[in-house]
């Protein structure tokens, strides 16, 4: 009868499929690390996409409907820096043939607590006004110059955010940027004149530690008189 082999693996055999055996599940974990990561960076930028063209569509629903719209870049906020704002005119002819405006407000602003990121929050003028015990708007505020408007906005701001109340107006956080530009279309005949409708072109960028985005839009303020 023939002897079985009872021999087993050599030493050099054992290292050499143990060598292989880490290089393949080497490989495997590298995978599998690459793929989480690359999902959680696609999450993360899907999550600063939706919020930015939430907020640029909420903007540009105000903005459509405003009788005029003033941009800001140099708004100063609770903590001393300076911020993008936009403020919105909505204007509303009642029966007696007089006109009553509305105020709404777009800013960005320090987060509640050290290190928090920038955040953009919204609100009707009004109520912040009420909400803070600053006093009301200035009468006649529609026929106030650029930096008049700037002045009111410029003790209200930091009053919410010194009282804390951004988070309630919370549009979108992780705010690095939102720039807004009043822009009107030249006249072929002479580039001094502008004719035509305004418009509003709107810029936001999110970042958070894993992505960042940068929302554009150009919004027709349909509301303006041609000009």
């Known amino acids: 009868m023939k002897k079985m082999n009872k021999e087993g693996f050599s030493l050099i055999e054992l290292v050499i499929a143990m060598a292989v055996t880490v290089v393949v599940m080497s490989g495997i974990i590298t995978l599998i690390a690459y793929s989480t990561r690359s999902m959680n960076l696609t999450q ?93 708007i200035p009468d006649e505020y529609e026929k106030k110059d650029k930096d008049d408007k700037l002045t009111y906005l410029a003790a209200l701001i930091p009053a919410v955010e010194s009282a804390g109340m951004q988070k309630g107006h919370l549009l979108c956080d992780d705010v690095t940027k939102f720039e807004c530009k009043v822009q009107q279309n030249e006249d072929p005949a002479d580039s001094t004149i502008k004719v035509g409708r305004e ?13 960042e985005f940068t929302c554009d839009k150009e919004i027709t303020m349909r509301n303006q008189k041609r000009g």
């Open 44 to 136: 993360a930028r899907a999550a600063l996409q939706d919020q930015a063209k939430d907020s640029v569509n909420h903007i540009s629903t105000r903005v459509m409907e405003g009788g005029s719209v003033t941009p800001y870049d140099d708004v100063i906020a609770g903590d001393g820096k300076t911020r993008g704002a936009l403020l919105i005119q909505n204007t509303k002819v009642k029966e007696d043939g007089t006109e009553e405006f509305t105020w709404y407000l777009y800013w960005v602003s320090a987060g509640t607590a050290s290190g928090d990121p920038d955040m953009l929050c919204f609100a009707p003028l009004a109520d912040l006004a009420v909400e803070t015990s600053q006093p009301p």
């Open 199 to 211: 418009s509003l072109a709107v810029s936001i960028t999110l970042k958070d530690d894993k992505s």
